[in-house]
């Protein structure tokens, strides 16, 4: 079941603030957060247990609501940097812990 | 710390023409392989994964094929693509354990006309 991705594109000016969510149908295992440049390989950025734990990485961190088999990625303070297509990828509670679903992504995009 | 290599980067290949894609990975033993595809604009679908030597695993059916002859060598594979089988073909690797964080190789473009 592939999980949903919302919003599908948004774009910022250089120093604002962004929430991209990730959401299922299924009971998660565990959330798996890329990022993808134009043109490039999917950049691995955070990997999130079920738990409800929260991570953070330099001004990105992310969420994971195990009850409402929900992640949330946010990105406070955005630079020029950040632009790109974001994918969170998913593994369902009871599935194969090696394969992932992943959304159709959200476009970033940040603006001077 | 494990890298991922590719070949080729790009491909131009016509209708009906045979395929290989080859990766290889340094830096690992005995990973998880993945083969995924992304046809332009659009998200990463899984194609074949493999947990060892001959084990391939196949997630959507087409006339594709994956085969890891060595430990570290996984490879995608067409007697005559068609068309569709355009895009950015990716392999990924993962480690042994659970959850399975999965990591990108640099990508194959392929065009198919």
């Known amino acids: 079941q592939q999980p949903v991705q919302s919003p599908q594109a948004v774009i910022l000016r250089e120093g604002e603030d962004a929430v991209i969510n990730c959401s299922s149908s299924?009971?998660?295992?565990?959330v798996h957060w890329y990022r993808q440049k134009h043109g490039e390989a999917p950049v691995f950025l955070m990997i999130l247990l079920k738990g409800g734990e929260q991570k953070g990485h330099d001004k990105i961190s992310a969420s994971f609501n195990e009850k409402k088999q929900q992640s949330s990625l946010y990105l406070t303070a955005s630079q020029l940097s950040y632009s790109g297509t974001y994918f969170c990828g998913t593994v369902h509670s009871g599935g194969s812990n090696y394969k992932l679903t992943f959304g159709k992504g959200t476009l970033l995009t940040v603006n001077p | 710390s494990q890298t991922i290599h590719q070949w080729p980067a790009t491909l131009v290949q016509p209708v009906g023409s045979p395929l290989s894609l080859e990766c290889t990975v340094e830096g690992t033993s005995n990973p998880n392989l993945y083969w995924y595809r992304q046809a332009a604009g659009r998200g990463l679908q899984l194609l074949f994964y493999?947990?060892?030597?001959?084990?391939i695993s196949s997630e959507v059916p087409q006339n594709l094929s994956a085969s890891r002859p060595q430990d570290r060598q996984f490879i995608l594979s067409s007697k005559k693509l068609l068309l569709s089988d355009s895009g950015f073909y990716l392999c990924a690797t993962g480690g042994a354990g659970a959850p399975d964080t999965q990591y990108f190789g640099p990508g194959t473009r392929l065009t198919v006309l």
């Open positions: 299924k009971a998660l295992y565990s």
């Open positions: 493999s947990v060892g030597i001959g084990q």
